[in-house]
Structure formats: C-alpha cells, structure tokens
C-alpha cells in the first residue's frame, strides 16, 4: 500500500516539475541536452532526495532547476548555462 502511493506521488511529482519547467521564458531555460546532463548528476547525488526529488542541500526541486540557466549546484556538480556562466547573480 505503501508503495503505491510513494510510486502515484513521484508520478504526480513528475508531471507537475515538467509543466513547471514548460512555462519557463525561453532565454531563462538551457538546453534539453543540458538539462538531461544535470540531472543524471543529480540523480547519481548523495544530497538528492529521491521521494521529493529535492536537494538536500538548497531545497530546490530539480526537475526544474536543471532546466533553468541562472541555476548551479550548491556544491558546484554543474554550474550556471550560456550568458549567466560567469554571472555573480543567483
């Protein structure tokens, strides 16, 4: 029973982090490749907190901060995408 509704909230979890990163402005996004490249760093991260698919460490949820070009992560496994790369702001 348990199980079941761990495995309908990461699927409700997922479908709610892609419509959030859809919405995104175009020039705020990186580029689907990127993104996938993040998040398999992620996903392989020990701060990662499957379940809400949060980092431990910011509390971002990172379907969606993968995909943003300002973002990077706390402990620098990816940093900021295009013109925000060398960017001070967060």
């Not at 909230?9 to 020039?27: G, H, I, N, S, T």
Request: some cysteine; aromatic content about 8%; glycine content about 4%.
């Amino acid at each position: 029973m348990l199980n079941k509704l761990k495995s309908k909230l990461m699927v409700a979890r997922d479908k709610a982090e892609a419509q959030a990163a859809a919405l995104l402005p175009e020039d705020w996004k990186v580029p689907d490749e990127v993104s996938v490249e993040r998040y398999n760093i992620c996903k392989n991260c020990e701060n990662l907190y499957h379940v809400t698919n949060q980092c431990r460490l910011c509390g971002c949820f990172m379907g969606v901060k993968v995909s943003l070009a300002r973002a990077n992560c706390p402990i620098h496994k990816w940093e900021k995408y295009g013109r925000y790369k060398d960017s001070q702001d967060s």
